[in-house]
């Protein structure tokens, strides 16, 4: 077995750069994948576009791919060799973070943050979740952040509703379906063309965010509903809406946000509107991973309760393709996940 990878050599360079990397090293608790699927999110764009995070040059990013695992860790002992899996990985930017990082052909994963999928699943369809999933989970399910209860099969109503506001982006198509699966109502905002498929993941409202409309239109709805508060999975004015929705419809004033953990809160909320940032990987330090990933993921697709959303938009096959597909994710997606295959 020989590896090999898409590096990033210095800031801002490009293309990628595709050649030889090593076997990654895997720890007692951690897996290696051979690699069949990865896809893109915004933070892969901005490290090569925009340098946003200090990593070491050279850099292997990359955060959501899907595979079969080739070798489990000593301490390993709910998956074998031959698993098809979905795997978050870290990408941190530093040398020892390489092997956990998702633009090659062999990766390492910790075993906590990786998920069994079923076989009517593919792997590009698997491949769009990790990071997004587990960013949505962070957001909404830890006592420092959101605070809402954990998803679980069969679940109870939780006779509230929640507002995800950006339904049709990755974060957001997770956060609602973990929301139905928690027994939350879900109100979603997503472009009109877009609704329908908001329907398709559980949500019971929805409306068009690009209505002027829109911030009227889903307080005079909710109005009267048990309001469990607002997911913005969208960074911008949004939030801000989000807080005048929460102010006027009352019960559990709150805006969970997706602003990493390392930029300030959003400013201008209405007194009494509290706020949260988030960091992707904290649900995996926290008791609702498991929750989440051990329990509820792997049943919720096995079922079908929790569909590949968006879904893939498959851009090519091969190491070579990533760079196209960071550029094609920068031209713009409406509901869709820009992934490449690893065959
Ligand atoms: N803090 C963290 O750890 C963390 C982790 C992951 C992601 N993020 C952040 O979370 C955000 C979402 O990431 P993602 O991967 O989910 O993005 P994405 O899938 O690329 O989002 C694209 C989608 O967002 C929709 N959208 C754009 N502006 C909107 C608006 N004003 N209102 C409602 N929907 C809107 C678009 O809708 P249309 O169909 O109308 O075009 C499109 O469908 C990004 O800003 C990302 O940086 C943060």
């Known amino acids: 077995m020989s ?166 982006s990755s974060v957001g198509a997770c956060a609602i379906q973990l929301l139905v699966g928690a027994g939350y109502d879900v109100a979603a905002t997503a472009n009109g063309r877009n609704l329908s498929a908001m329907k398709d993941l559980g949500a019971k409202y929805v409306f068009d965010y690009t209505k002027e409309t829109v911030v009227e239109d889903i307080v005079s709805t909710l109005k009267g509903l048990d309001f469990g508060g607002a997911f913005c999975a969208i960074i911008g004015p949004d939030i801000l809406r989000c807080g005048q929705i929460a102010d006027q419809l009352g019960g559990y004033k709150f805006v969970s946000t997706v602003l990493p953990t390392n930029m300030p809160t959003q400013a201008g909320l209405p007194d009494g509107v509290g706020t949260c940032n988030v960091w992707g990987d904290t649900i995996f330090k926290h008791e609702a991973g498991p929750a989440v990933w051990e329990k509820w993921m792997p049943a919720a697709l096995e079922t079908g309760a929790l569909k590949p959303a968006p879904p893939p938009l498959i851009f090519g096959n091969g190491l070579e393709a990533i760079q196209g597909s960071l550029d094609r994710w920068s031209e713009g997606v409406s509901y869709q996940k820009v992934v490449v295959t690893l065959d």
Request: charged fraction near 15%.
């Open 3 to 168: 590896n090999k990878a898409a590096w990033l050599k210095a800031a801002n360079e490009r293309p990628l750069v595709i050649e030889d990397a090593p076997m990654p090293n895997i720890g007692p608790r951690e897996v290696m994948i051979r690699n069949r699927a990865v896809a893109i999110n915004p933070v892969n764009w901005a490290i090569q576009a925009k340098a946003i995070f200090p990593v070491t040059y050279p850099f292997i990013g990359g955060n959501d791919a899907a595979g079969e695992i080739v070798q489990v860790g000593s301490e390993v002992n709910n998956f074998k060799v031959g698993d098809r899996v979905i795997a978050a990985c870290w990408a941190d930017g530093t040398t020892e973070g390489r092997s956990n990082s998702a633009f090659q052909l062999f990766f390492s994963a910790d075993a906590k943050a990786i998920v069994k999928l079923p076989n009517h699943i593919s792997y590009a369809e698997g491949s769009v979740f990790p990071l997004a999933m587990a960013t949505a989970a962070s957001a909404l399910f830890q006592p420092d952040t959101h605070g809402l209860s954990i998803p679980q099969v069969n679940a109870k109503s939780q006779g509230k509703v929640v507002l995800v506001w950006g339904g049709g």
